[in-house]
C-alpha cells in the first residue's frame, strides 16, 4: 500500500506540475473541459481554470504523501485515515466542481 500512495503521490506531483508550467493550455485535460464547443471555451477564463485544477490535484497528492510519510514514521493506520480522507475530498471535488464560477462574462 506505501508504493501504492507514493506512486499516486509521484503522478499527481507531476499532473499539477503540468497545469501550472502549462497554463492555460492544460484546460483541456480537465474531465468534460474538452467536450465543450471551441466557441464556449473562448467564455471561460483557461488560466484560473488550470490553476485551480492544478491545485487540487496538489492537495490530492499531498493527502497521500503525509499518509505515506505518517506511515514510515508512526503506523499503518496514518496511511489507511490519509487514504480515506483523499477518497472523501477527490469525491467532494468531483461532485461540486463547476465550470461556472470561471466565466469571463455570466451574463451571456
Known amino acids: 500500500m506505501l508504493k501504492i500512495a507514493l506512486l499516486m503521490s509521484c503522478a499527481l506531483f507531476f499532473v499539477s506540475g503540468m497545469f501550472f508550467l502549462l497554463k492555460d493550455k492544460a484546460s483541456i485535460l480537465i474531465n468534460g473541459y474538452y467536450f465543450i464547443s471551441k466557441n464556449e471555451r473562448e467564455l471561460y477564463d483557461e488560466l484560473k481554470l488550470s490553476r485551480d485544477y492544478g ?14 510519510i505518517g506511515y514510515i514514521l508512526i503506523s499503518k493506520l496514518v496511511l489507511w485515515i490519509s487514504v480515506v480522507i483523499w477518497i472523501v475530498y477527490f469525491v467532494k471535488v468531483t461532485v461540486t466542481f463547476r465550470f461556472d464560477k470561471y466565466k469571463i462574462n455570466p451574463n451571456n
Open 55 to 68: 491545485v487540487i490535484l496538489l492537495k490530492l497528492a499531498l493527502i497521500l504523501l503525509v499518509g505515506a
